[in-house]
């Protein structure tokens, strides 16, 4: 998607050694781009190439998350012209230049997620400030059907839980759906909850890769294809396991907090980069955790 937008553009673009080199020494051309799937690297990519091509570009089928309406926000505050954020269609109006600018990102929805699971599945109870329960609409009215209590706070939002959660069925889709970042918690949450749940991943071909080592803590889970069956069991054991990426390696972290004994997680640095200070803050809650280097 990525390169293919470029090219679209008048770029050219090659994979060299497993590095992609692309160039457009005569620049870049509006034109009508339209994704077979709503990517965000994508659409953001495109859309940032576009702001300084000659001539109109469209985007159809364009990824809607607030973090591509933010990238374009900042953009326009720059002085590109972009039209439709938000929706699935971009129009973006080349412009000649941009100038400097003031922008504050928006919060990351996927973190203030990864920690409403933490609270729900410690029976815990968390206020996370700074961030936007409007951007997580679909998956905090999950964390309701597991059980939590859900509070808006003047900052941010509170999450509460006091009870075993109940298993949860969950879809992942582009926004406005349910988010793939938040998959493997939805995954480990259900490996304690009460009952049987059906995950169905439907972005990313990947994110079951974690789930053998869900296994090695005595998680129930049984995948076929795009679907992973879950039986809940009351306690997950202790075991070594392995990060393959952010998102698996936060989930196991938190698996580690409701499992009998000590879990070692390998590859911390996959969670280091999604999750700044990740130990010290899981601390500063309660939780034990240390790093081994």
Request: no cysteine.
């Amino acid at each position: 998607f990525h390169t293919q937008g470029l090219v679209d553009l008048g770029a050219t673009a090659r994979n060299e050694h497993g590095y992609i080199i692309a160039q457009a020494p005569h620049g870049l051309t509006g034109a009508h781009i339209e994704l077979e799937f709503p990517s965000v690297g994508a659409t953001e990519n495109i859309m940032t190439a576009a702001t300084l091509a000659r001539g109109v570009t469209t985007i159809d089928n364009a990824a809607r998350e607030p973090d591509v309406v933010d990238v374009g926000n900042f953009l326009n505050a720059m002085g590109a012209q972009i039209e439709g954020l938000g929706t699935p269609t971009l129009t973006i109006r080349g412009v000649a230049a941009l100038h400097p600018a003031d922008h504050s990102a928006i919060p990351d929805r996927i973190v203030t997620g990864t920690w409403a699971f933490a609270a729900a599945m410690t029976q815990g109870d968390i206020a996370i400030h700074g961030a936007r329960p409007h951007d997580l609409e679909l998956p905090l009215e999950k964390l309701v059907s597991a059980g939590a209590v859900i509070t808006t706070i003047p900052d941010g939002v509170r999450v509460t839980m006091s009870r075993r959660p109940s298993a949860i069925d969950v879809s992942t889709l582009p926004y406005p759906g349910f988010p793939t970042d938040l998959q493997p918690f939805v995954i480990t949450l259900n490996s304690i909850a009460d009952g049987n749940a059906l995950v169905t991943e439907n972005v990313f071909e990947g994110r079951f890769m974690f789930v053998n080592e869900l296994v090695r803590l005595g998680a129930q889970i049984r995948v076929d294809g795009h679907h992973a069956a879950i039986t809940g069991v009351s306690r997950l054991s202790s075991a070594p396991v392995v990060a393959s990426d952010i998102r698996a390696g936060a989930g196991l972290v938190l698996a580690g907090l409701v499992a009998e004994g000590t879990t070692f997680v390998e590859g911390a640095y996959h969670v280091d980069r999604g999750y700044p200070k990740f130990a010290e803050q899981l601390t500063a809650l309660g939780a034990r955790v240390s790093r081994v280097d």
